[in-house]
């Protein structure tokens, strides 16, 4: 079945990079995603990449994608105490899908 | 717009009783869904559907009802609320594909059961 795996938490210092990993089984995705949570909202779609790229910038955020490897990453250039959040890594079941699976997320704390 | 909005934000139910959550979008979105979040369990999925009639099945159905009479309301069922269901429920919609979908989360309910 689909699965989807990033490790838990994340600590980093204010203006530094920070990097969240996230690795995902199923290879008829047709999109990644990456959701952030802020405490006590829900979630809120930060950027995704179609399965055939391999990167995509978009301001501060980098999505790189290796599909091989199955592996997928999410940087955060001069990382603020603003995007101290919960990320989430998700991925669809294929086209036509209205399912996302996602994973167990990644808790960001940056320090000021 | 409101986007999706879920009621209430807290409730407290004892083991047994039963209640629904409330979801109702003003986007004219097709698909909706239901997730549950658990501690270190990530986000999963209840119940969905994909237009007013139809719905379907997601991981953890056990437990929950949803019907689907319009397109702006997919309200979720607790039949006889158990402590294992204590969680925090989000209602999600989206429009429909063929490219990448953006999913719109409700600020979600916390639920306890006792």
């Known amino acids: 079945g689909e699965d989807v795996e990033q490790s838990l938490f994340l600590s980093v210092r204010e203006g530094d990079s920070s990097v969240i990993n996230c690795t995902y089984t199923d290879s008829s995705s047709t999109y990644l995603y990456w959701y952030k949570q802020e405490p006590g909202a829900g979630l809120q779609l930060l950027t995704y990449?179609?399965?055939?790229?391999d990167m995509k910038q978009d301001q501060r955020l980098t999505v790189l994608l290796n599909k091989k490897d199955k592996h997928l990453s999410l940087r955060i250039a001069d990382t603020q105490t603003g995007d101290s959040a919960i990320y989430f890594c998700a991925e669809d079941s294929g086209a036509g899908s209205y399912q996302l699976t996602f994973g167990k997320g990644t808790k960001l704390s940056v320090i000021p | 717009n409101a986007g999706v909005t879920q009621t209430p934000k807290f409730q407290v139910l004892k083991t047994g009783q039963s209640m629904t959550l409330q979801c109702a979008q003003d986007?004219?979105?097709?698909?909706m869904s239901w997730y549950r979040q658990d501690p270190g369990m990530g986000l999963r999925l209840i119940h969905y559907?994909?237009?007013?009639?139809?719905?379907d099945q997601g991981e953890v159905p056990n437990g929950y009802n949803v019907s689907r009479s319009t397109t702006e309301d997919f309200p979720l069922r607790l039949l006889s609320a158990a402590p294992s269901q204590t969680s925090v429920y989000f209602c999600?919609?989206?429009?429909?594909?063929?490219?990448?979908?953006?999913?719109?989360f409700g600020q979600g309910t916390r639920l306890t059961v006792v």
């Open positions: 986007m004219n979105h097709e698909y």
């Open positions: 559907s994909v237009g007013a009639g139809i719905t």
């Open positions: 999600a919609s989206s429009y429909s594909r063929p490219n990448a979908f953006e999913a719109f």
């Open positions: 990449i179609f399965s055939n790229m």
